[in-house]
């Protein structure tokens, strides 16, 4: 039985990905990030599962800069659909609600029926953690942002379903693992994840990267952050469609490395079904 690490409560949006990933596993929850990635390193899990961006919130803040650093390696992605429910204590109408709960990222991604609501929000350190605030509180005012199974699990009702933005919400969740097992190369779509840091000298960034656009590589993402002080060269994490055995992006990974002074393959795993619908 796979145990998959996760940050936040049982009902929240990663642990949803989780029974998806592994319905015959058991996950774990954590509090945070470093936490769930701890629990791999440590071998209290086998895995953990990641969200590392939001297509309206954006990258999922100090994930990136964490990945590098913890020896772990990337094995898979999964996209999943984002839905939020406004839930409150039974009996409760929206009347009555004076205040909302839930993670920011999810406050920030269901902005529009806060402002029709007009009710002041507090942030909760997750959105399923917001529920179980809200049921324990046991007061009419107060009312939670969660995932549909949050409702159930700690006995609220949905005051307003599906009331986030955008109605094509989609998390990427990444899984990570001790082990690095590779995708193999069958010239099926696979991505390739990777962190570098360039060289001390001028255009290098530019010249790192040239290769992939010389050979036709795809980056799908390029994140940049500041190591120590800021008085070192940025490192970078970058993502791009295709196999470190494919001709051209050995060429282009090749190019990288004479103008990098560090690269290392963070994974190498199939693509996601949904990005071909995208």
Not at 152 to 173: A, I, K, M, Q, S
Request: charged share 20%.
């Amino acid at each position: 039985m796979t145990t998959a690490a996760y940050q936040g409560e049982p009902g929240s949006n990663s642990a949803t990905a989780v029974r998806a990933l592994f319905p015959e596993g058991r996950g774990l929850p954590c509090t945070g990030f470093e936490q769930a990635l701890d629990a791999v390193t440590l071998g209290d899990a086998d895995v953990a599962v990641i969200p590392v961006d939001n297509s309206a919130a954006g990258r999922v803040a100090d994930v990136h800069h964490l990945l590098p650093e913890t020896g772990l390696f990337i094995v898979a992605e999964y996209f999943l659909a984002i839905r939020f429910d406004l839930m409150g204590v039974p009996g409760a109408t929206l009347d009555q609600v004076e205040c909302v709960r839930s993670h920011v990222h999810a406050l920030g991604q269901c902005r529009k029926v806060l402002r029709e609501g007009g009710w002041r929000t507090l942030v909760s350190d997750d959105t399923a953690g917001a529920a179980r605030e809200v049921a324990e509180l046991g007061d009419p005012r107060h009312a939670a942002l969660a995932p549909p199974a949050a409702a159930d699990l700690y006995g609220l009702e949905v005051l307003r379903p599906e009331v986030e933005d955008d109605p094509d919400n989609t998390t990427r969740f990444v899984v990570l693992s001790r082990d690095a097992a590779p995708a193999p190369h069958t010239g099926a779509p696979t991505m390739t994840s990777l962190f570098f840091c360039v060289r001390n000298i001028p255009s290098a960034l530019y010249k790192a990267l040239g290769g992939f656009a010389g050979s036709g590589v795809n980056l799908t993402k390029i994140e940049s952050y500041q190591m120590g002080a800021g008085l070192s060269p940025s490192r970078f994490y970058v993502e791009i469609e295709g196999h470190p055995d494919d001709e051209r992006v050995a060429l282009a990974l090749d190019e990288l490395r004479f103008f990098s002074s560090e690269v290392r393959i963070l994974g190498v795993y199939p693509a996601h079904p949904h990005r071909a619908r995208n």
